[in-house]
């Protein structure tokens, strides 16, 4: 099934020259209106671009959702202090792939944003905390920093405005936790990547016990389009409280996964449409909005407005709007399983819950996946669940705790076959992306 | 008599030679410089002394203590609690499959265990020329190019058992190896020497790869009308791919 016009859904913003052949510089990051908004901001005192960007509804686009103006209001200024913009380019949330391309395709918008954020919190030092393993990325940020150095975008007196900023590209080592803005905090500082005690928030004690604001790629990328072509603007896309445009990263058993950006709000019945639907002959089974600490949705959701509130209100989180698609070939309990592992592999071991609970969720689930699972085990999930979700020092916990509780709730007859029949009753050959390839079909 | 071993402590870990260390020095002092405090420097360096042994060794570990002024305790508390640093020699070739739910659903599992029987090692084990290191790998951040297999931390998107036998054939026998987005292959220690902050100076290896990859532009090109041309791709060799057919690069 097709949409009439899916390109009146769809507003590339950052990705909208990312086929550009030369598009991650400097050059043709100008061609697109790039770094006039540096122009615009520089010329208004830092206090009205807070206010601009607050009043434009930003949001963050890192999960959490929280409005961007607002933690840059939080900063206390004249305190006499360094003022830090630390950006989380940590993205290792499972199924989240937005932040990676947007930075390899487009990282000029990144640096445009983090100049414009500094100004504002007044900042002379940026921080990109970019996750180690991805080198291509790494490369182009180099350059795209090289470049705005070269250029005058950095450095001292920036476009003869007496603002002074430079900016630190640093990768992370491998470590999940880090994506927790106190735990890249520790890390950052050299440390073991392991969450803080809050409060003190970083707005007054973060990098270095400084006034910091630690934003996402996307959120801190967003802001030049706000600030150039307008708050009204930004305004007429989404919804009063989940305002503007963002990446939807589509993927798994679709016809065309990839980066749709658009209004938020959008379905994934929507997105489907224009992307081609499921695999030819497969139907949606369950899948992540924002990746798998969202708790996951089933094919009765396909009309929840992709926006804060909208998936808010159907039980889960927007999240990093990485639509993990898994159709009906998929067993959910591997899938969990797998999940599962990830959070106990992940968990730092700086609380209880999180370290011990983790592990027993793995040594259950292994056992159910494998048919070795007791009818008992069903609760006992739900009861270790319980005691790790809200009871952990960060929201590693949490996530841990979404892919269970949200399995048991749309498939628990699907645990109950694993343990009354002592096996899996899915073939997993037949999820592979190459299961169907002799009957691939061109959908025109 | 029972002997009761209370352990010899072990002795401090040599230095590097003078010449290597001098060498590091200069960087360490680079690296450092980018940083309010000096223990910001400790994961770049870590990155550092990897790129000279491609492991972090205790040597490693105590070179990065001394310029730091930390204890070697500090800086191992550190070294072992990320994935990336290596505790082993490995090979000069890291060979990551994602087998995290999506690509593991999507072929992830089927190409890890393809692959263990290909190489005959298992998870973190190195082939005996030195050559592979196989390893499990979480979630990359490449979702919409499932299922991905990470050579030295460079993208190699829409793997199938085969065109992963291939790629790590290509590897052993010396054979030129082109991930699908990004630059030439670089051995694991030129690699870390990136991850420490030292761009790539290799001519041409930013503009390698192009821009965006396919399915990055999924939407823009719906956006602009353009017809997609075909479903999910099928094969990591596959013509279509703005990459080429990404194992057969160093035969061309």
Redesign the interface.
Known sequence: MTVESPEKLLVPVLSAFWDDPKSWTLETYRRHEGYQALHKALAMPPDDVIAYVKDSGLRGRGGAGFPTGMKWQFIPQGDGKPHYLVVNADESEPGTCKDIPLLYANPHSLIEGIVIACWAIRSNHAFIYLRGEVVPVLRRLHEAVREAYAAGYLGRNIQGSGFDLDITVHAGAGAYICGEETALLDSLEGRRGQPRLRPPFPAVEGLYACPTVVNNVESIASVPAIVNRGKEWFRTMGSEKSPGFTLYSLSGHVARPGQYEGPLGITLRQLLDMGGGMRPGHRLKFWTPGGSSTPMFTDEHLDVPLDYEGVGAAGSMLGTKALQCFDETTCVVRAVTRWTEFYAHESCGKCTPCREGTYWLVQLMRDIEAGKGRPEDLDKLNDIADNINGKSFCALGDGAAAPIFSSLKYFRAEYEEHIERQGCPFDPARSTAWADSSRTEVIA | MTEVSLGIPEMPAPDFPADVRARLETDAREVIA????S??????L??LVQSEEGYVSRTGIRFCSDV?DLTTAEVT??AT?????RRKPSGDYQVGVC????C????G??IFDELRGHLGVGNDETTADGKVTLEH???????????VV?V????FD?Q?PESAKKLVDDLIAGREVR?T???PLCTYKE?AR????F??EREG???A?????????????????E?????????ASDPDHQGGPVTEEGEG
């Open positions: 980018r940083y309010p405090d223990r910001s420097a400790l994961l770049p870590l990155h730091l508390a550190v609690f990320y994935t990336m640093y087998t995290n739910t999506l593991a659903v999507m072929g599992d089927a790998i979480e979630c990359n951040a490449a979702c919409d190019f499932a299922p990470m030295n931390w460079e993208f829409n199938t991930p987005r990004g630059a690699t990136i991850l420490a902050g761009p790539d290896a930013v503009e790869g192009g821009s965006a990859g396919p399915a990055s532009l999924a939407g823009l090109r719906l956006h602009r009308g017809t997609p041309g075909r479903t999910v791709p099928q094969q």
